[in-house]
DNA sequence: CGCGGCCCTATTTTT
DNA sequence: TAGGGCCGCG
């Protein structure tokens, strides 16, 4: 996990073939660049908005601007400052700019993602926002646990109000570089009208605590920022240059913090793709991007266009697609590839079906019984909306024995056992840790259960101590009796003892004191290990053992068991690669990657999300079906913005095809546990019908799909104009039983139900806070606020939620309306 | 404290 | 349908 470190520092030492590879004075890294990659690359100052679209090389030219800004000693590599979002992204940066400069240069460039970056500038300065240097950083659980303590402490029913949709809403106001002070509004209702209130006490409790959340990295650093004039400035002197990847996915706190860099020498350059924005939904703001030049007045705008990725039919499938989106800054892109295989488009009976005609379709092209000659599973991909739709794919494959792989689903570090022993490692290097404390002083099993962690806890509160420190104390004066108190001294004792052992092995961890012209740190990711005596390594491992953690799933005989073991196990030798733990611990609280091994010839089952940034040259689309793909919940929760944001999913989609993608639907689906009738998406109409071969699955069922008819007569007619007519009209084409029965049942539908709600032509301002209504899907409930044309309501039974008003009726209206 | 049964809910996910 | 969380019993 941590290797990519290495081969950096590896490849900036090789030789510096590829910088002396001049020709005619120009550096070698040149060569090979298109006219826009190449003025990209060479604008070096001032604004520059690169706007690349899906396979058009922008990896390239960022990372070939970064060698060009230190090979024309325009900068010094630490000089530069480079954010991309993943790590994934920030290591094959790391690996190209290596490849590129070769040569020895003096220091690296600071490239990372956004939050890793931030930490380390954040431990600089954590005293200016009441932290100290060494603070922690809780993962989606720790933030989880902590909040639910919160609501219980206000008394509040934390069935009614769950403490994850309390993170959610405190995430997104993270997003937004709202503090608790500057949530206001029609917001400060939120959560039961305590949600800036929990919020604020929210923050009290992790400065106490040490701690941030991955909101906060970012929070803080703009905060400071926005207080510390100094601060801003010595860092906007250091980072002369600054780029930027993925620009379209950044949210409002991140946008601050690169404008508040960014804003004295303006040397700014960010990279995006306004079509490739899919993450709206978790505060990513387009309009970042399509403000860009308001922003910074004078900004070079280079549209990279040139796809080297698709066949010409798969890229006019993407382009037509997209083009149904309005207020996008435009790019057209082309190839010089002519011909290749158009994008395919079949039917199905059901979604089992469409699972198994994928996998018949999978081992056909693997065994080269297709136009295009053999293709190796590892070079194809099964892309879903959501991750449910997985399943299908893995019984089938399963049952017919077609290797494949899962690509996200759940993250090593997100495992319990993992959690577990990191929680451990925490409390060995940070007695203080309460939450790591939490964790573990009853697992395993100590007889230390809720009475005597109120106990104990209560101490703390009242003495005013950390809950290891309140154990000590209890142990001391005996207060618990028999067998739970010999368990606790037992435990106290032995985090003395790895706390002891850590100490003696580097006893000056203090982070150096922030120097006020220089920033001495390095920019580099930790963990390149010279001279490791490994006995962290050992430590960890005796940690495990004398907490009796390891004997707890030794004991266990669940299947999962040996498992988890073999995780543990794991996590000990990722150790290996760090100086000691706090190296560690710091680390894998921002790398929590889920590589798994990419090695075996297997096919790849992933979202659309997830697909983001790859490619492959054969690709299925599988479930465009309204209300699965686009997403009935994108479209009832944004509406427009939604349907927008979906539509870009399946350019997404469409665009990671490089030579055969095929698109399919089913007629019929289960839907927990109902057999839904489904329509085909709405997205399937936008498709150009010279750019899409329709497959009729022989004698499976009538007709197939609509769209030759579709196709050969009504042509473009397909958008605009009134669908639900449209195909109603086409239902003849629908021969089958699922569509029939559709129609007999007229509203049992998703599509025909969007379409009940919409009779109700409502703005937010028809609504009076604290005024009764009715939703479809969610039934009765409260008007707590209104936000634009949007609603915030407290449904009876579905809890709060923010909708599009026009998806309410007044609740009085509701026995009137034919649903 | 552990287990069985019942109830409820149900995108997308990175750091 | 299915999985997770919670409660109550032994």
Same mark, same amino acid.
């Given at each position: 996990?941590?290797?990519?470190?290495?081969?950096?520092?590896?490849?900036?030492?090789?030789?510096?073939?590829?910088?002396?590879?001049?020709?005619?004075?120009?550096?070698?890294?040149?060569?090979?660049?298109?006219?826009?990659?190449?003025?990209?690359?060479?604008?070096?100052?001032?604004?520059?908005?690169?706007?690349?679209?899906?396979?058009?090389?922008?990896?390239?030219?960022?990372?070939?601007?970064?060698?060009?800004?230190?090979?024309?000693?325009?900068?010094?590599?630490?000089?530069?400052?480079?954010?991309?979002?993943?790590?994934?992204?920030?290591?094959?940066?790391?690996?190209?700019?290596?490849?590129?400069?070769?040569?020895?240069?003096?220091?690296?460039?600071?490239?990372?993602?956004?939050?890793?970056?931030?930490?380390?500038?954040?431990?600089?300065?954590?005293?200016?926002?009441?932290?100290?240097?060494?603070?922690?950083?809780?993962?989606?659980?720790?933030?989880?646990?902590?909040?639910?303590?919160?609501?219980?402490?206000?008394?509040?029913?934390?069935?009614?109000?769950?403490?994850?949709?309390?993170?959610?809403?405190?995430?997104?106001?993270?997003?937004?570089?709202?503090?608790?002070?500057?949530?206001?509004?029609?917001?400060?209702?939120?959560?039961?009208?305590?949600?800036?209130?929990?919020?604020?006490?929210?923050?009290?409790?992790?400065?106490?605590?040490?701690?941030?959340?991955?909101?906060?990295?970012?929070?803080?650093?703009?905060?400071?920022?926005?207080?510390?004039?100094?601060?801003?400035?010595?860092?906007?002197?250091?980072?002369?240059?600054?780029?930027?990847?993925?620009?379209?996915?950044?949210?409002?706190?991140?946008?601050? =913090?690169?404008?508040?860099?960014?804003?004295?020498?303006?040397?700014?350059?960010?990279?995006?793709?306004?079509?490739?924005?899919?993450?709206?939904?978790?505060?990513?703001?387009?309009?970042?991007?399509?403000?860009?030049?308001?922003?910074?007045?004078?900004?070079?705008?280079?549209?990279?266009?040139?796809?080297?990725?698709?066949?010409?039919?798969?890229?006019?499938?993407?382009?037509?697609?997209?083009?149904?989106?309005?207020?996008?800054?435009?790019?057209?892109?082309?190839?010089?590839?002519?011909?290749?295989?158009?994008?395919?488009?079949?039917?199905?009976?059901?979604?089992?079906?469409?699972?198994?005609?994928?996998?018949?379709?999978?081992?056909?092209?693997?065994?080269?019984?297709?136009?295009?000659?053999?293709?190796?599973?590892?070079?194809?991909?099964?892309?879903?909306?959501?991750?449910?739709?997985?399943?299908?794919?893995?019984?089938?494959?399963?049952?017919?024995?077609?290797?494949?792989?899962?690509?996200?689903?759940?993250?090593?570090?997100?495992?319990?056992?993992?959690?577990?022993?990191?929680?451990?490692?925490?409390?060995?290097?940070?007695?203080?840790?309460?939450?790591?404390?939490?964790?573990?002083?009853?697992?395993?099993?100590?007889?230390?259960?809720?009475?005597?962690?109120?106990?104990?806890?209560?101490?703390?509160?009242?003495?005013?101590?950390?809950?290891?420190?309140?154990?000590?104390?209890?142990?001391?004066?005996?207060?618990?009796?028999?067998?739970?108190?010999?368990?606790?001294?037992?435990?106290?004792?032995?985090?003395?003892?790895?706390?002891?052992?850590?100490?003696?092995?580097?006893?000056?961890?203090?982070?150096?004191?922030?120097?006020?012209?220089?920033?001495?740190?390095?920019?580099?990711?930790?963990?390149?290990?010279?001279?490791?005596?490994?006995?962290?390594?050992?430590?960890?491992?005796?940690?495990?053992?004398?907490?009796?953690?390891?004997?707890?799933?030794?004991?266990?005989?669940?299947?999962?068991?040996?498992?988890?073991?073999?995780?543990?196990?794991?996590?000990?030798?990722?150790?290996?690669?760090?100086?000691?733990?706090?190296?560690?611990?710091?680390?894998?609280?921002?790398?929590?990657?889920?590589?798994?091994?990419?090695?075996?010839?297997?096919?790849?089952?992933?979202?659309?999300?997830?697909?983001?940034?790859?490619?492959?040259?054969?690709?299925?689309?599988?479930? =465009?079906?309204?209300?699965?793909?686009?997403?009935?919940?994108?479209?009832?929760?944004?509406?427009?913005?939604?349907?927008?944001?979906?539509?870009?999913?399946?350019?997404?989609?469409?665009?990671?095809?490089?030579?055969?993608?095929?698109?399919?639907?089913?007629?019929?689906?289960?839907?927990?546990?109902? =057999?839904?009738?489904?329509?085909?998406?709405?997205?399937?109409?936008?498709?150009?019908?010279?750019?899409?071969?329709?497959?009729?699955?022989?004698?499976?069922?009538?007709?197939?799909?609509?769209?030759?008819?579709?196709?050969?007569?009504?042509?473009?007619?397909?958008?605009?104009?009134?669908?639900?007519?449209?195909?109603?009209?086409?239902?003849?084409?629908?021969?089958?039983?699922?569509?029939?029965?559709?129609?007999?049942?007229?509203?049992?539908?998703?599509?025909?139900?969007?379409?009940?709600?919409?009779?109700?032509?409502?703005?937010?301002?028809?609504?009076?806070?604290?005024?009764?209504?009715?939703?479809?899907?969610?039934?009765?409930?409260?008007?707590?606020?209104?936000?634009?044309?949007?609603?915030?309501?407290?449904?009876?039974?579905?809890?709060?939620?923010?909708?599009?008003?026009?998806?309410?009726?007044?609740?009085?209206?509701?026995?009137?309306?034919?649903?």
């Amino acid at each position: 996990m941590n290797g990519f470190d290495d081969a950096y520092e590896g490849a900036l030492s090789l030789s510096a073939r590829a910088m002396m590879a001049a020709r005619g004075g120009e550096p070698g890294y040149l060569e090979g660049l298109n006219a826009a990659q190449r003025e990209a690359v060479e604008t070096l100052d001032g604004p520059v908005l690169m706007l690349a679209g899906a396979g058009t090389g922008k990896t390239k030219a960022l990372t070939t601007r970064i060698a060009h800004l230190i090979h024309t000693g325009r900068a010094r590599p630490n000089e530069i400052l480079a954010v991309t979002f993943t790590n994934k992204a920030a290591r094959e940066m790391k690996e190209r700019v290596g490849r590129l400069l070769g040569g020895a240069i003096e220091g690296v460039p600071w490239l990372g993602t956004f939050h890793s970056v931030c930490v380390k500038l954040l431990r600089r300065h954590a005293e200016l926002v009441g932290l100290k240097a060494n603070f922690t950083i809780l993962d989606t659980d720790d933030q989880v646990r902590l909040l639910k303590q919160l609501i219980l402490a206000a008394n509040m029913d934390e069935k009614r109000w769950p403490a994850r949709q309390l993170a959610g809403l405190i995430d997104g106001w993270k997003n937004r570089a709202l503090t608790p002070e500057r949530v206001r509004g029609a917001e400060t209702a939120a959560f039961n009208n305590r949600g800036s209130e929990l919020y604020a006490a929210y923050q009290e409790r992790l400065v106490t605590l040490n701690a941030v959340d991955f909101g906060d990295l970012l929070l803080h650093m703009v905060t400071i920022f926005q207080t510390h004039a100094d601060v801003l400035a010595q860092y906007q002197r250091w980072f002369r240059y600054i780029l930027v990847d993925e620009y379209q996915d950044t949210n409002v706190a991140q946008y601050l =913090w690169l404008r508040l860099l960014a804003q004295g020498h303006r040397n700014i350059c960010c990279v995006g793709d306004d079509d490739q924005s899919i993450y709206g939904w978790r505060g990513a703001e387009v309009g970042n991007i399509l403000r860009f030049e308001k922003d910074f007045p004078g900004a070079a705008v280079i549209r990279l266009e040139q796809n080297y990725r698709s066949t010409e039919h798969i890229l006019a499938a993407a382009s037509r697609l997209i083009s149904g989106n309005e207020g996008r800054l435009g790019k057209t892109l082309w190839t010089e590839a002519r011909g290749g295989e158009k994008v395919r488009l079949i039917g199905h009976w059901d979604g089992e079906e469409e699972a198994r005609w994928i996998g018949e379709e999978i081992e056909a092209l693997a065994a080269g019984r297709r136009a295009l000659g053999p293709v190796r599973l590892s070079d194809q991909a099964i892309l879903v909306r959501a991750s449910h739709q997985m399943r299908a794919f893995e019984d089938r494959f399963l049952s017919i024995g077609l290797p494949y792989r899962v690509i996200g689903g759940p993250r090593f570090y997100e495992r319990l056992e993992i959690r577990d022993a990191m929680a451990y490692f925490r409390l060995a290097v940070s007695p203080e840790d309460d939450l790591a404390f939490e964790r573990v002083i009853n697992t395993p099993k100590r007889g230390l259960g809720d009475k005597a962690q109120a106990r104990i806890q209560s101490l703390a509160r009242e003495t005013g101590v950390g809950l290891l420190e309140a154990a000590r104390l209890m142990v001391a004066e005996g207060e618990l009796s028999g067998k739970a108190g010999g368990q606790l001294r037992q435990f106290v004792e032995a985090v003395d003892r790895w706390h002891a052992e850590i100490r003696a092995a580097s006893p000056a961890t203090a982070v150096t004191a922030a120097e006020d012209d220089e920033l001495l740190i390095e920019p580099e990711e930790g963990g390149i290990a010279p001279a490791n005596d490994h006995s962290h390594v050992r430590l960890a491992e005796r940690i495990l053992e004398e907490s009796g953690y390891v004997e707890m799933w030794l004991n266990d005989k669940t299947p999962e068991a040996p498992g988890r073991l073999e995780n543990l196990k794991e996590l000990v030798k990722a150790l290996e690669q760090f100086d000691n733990l706090q190296g560690f611990l710091e680390h894998v609280a921002l790398i929590m990657d889920n590589d798994r091994d990419e090695s075996g010839d297997k096919v790849s089952i992933m979202t659309l999300h997830g697909a983001k940034g790859l490619e492959f040259p054969v690709v299925f689309l599988p479930g =465009w079906e309204d209300g699965l793909f686009p997403s009935q919940r994108a479209m009832d929760e944004t509406g427009q913005k939604g349907l927008e944001e979906e539509r870009r999913l399946g350019y997404v989609g469409i665009t990671r095809a490089e030579r055969l993608c095929t698109i399919s639907f089913a007629g019929n689906r289960r839907v927990y546990g109902q =057999w839904q009738s489904q329509l085909p998406s709405r997205f399937i109409d936008e498709l150009p019908a010279a750019d899409v071969e329709v497959l009729t699955p022989p004698g499976l069922y009538g007709g197939g799909f609509g769209a030759a008819g579709a196709y050969g007569g009504a042509g473009a007619g397909f958008s605009g104009g009134s669908r639900l007519e449209e195909r109603a009209g086409r239902a003849d084409v629908y021969n089958s039983p699922g569509w029939k029965r559709l129609q007999a049942q007229g509203g049992q539908s998703a599509a025909p139900a969007r379409r009940g709600a919409q009779v109700f032509d409502a703005d937010a301002e028809d609504f009076e806070i604290g005024e009764r209504v009715f939703h479809k899907k969610f039934g009765y409930g409260r008007v707590v606020a209104t936000e634009g044309d949007k609603l915030v309501v407290d449904f009876e039974k579905a809890g709060e939620k923010k909708l599009l008003a026009s998806f309410v009726v007044p609740a009085a209206q509701a026995g009137e309306v034919p649903f």
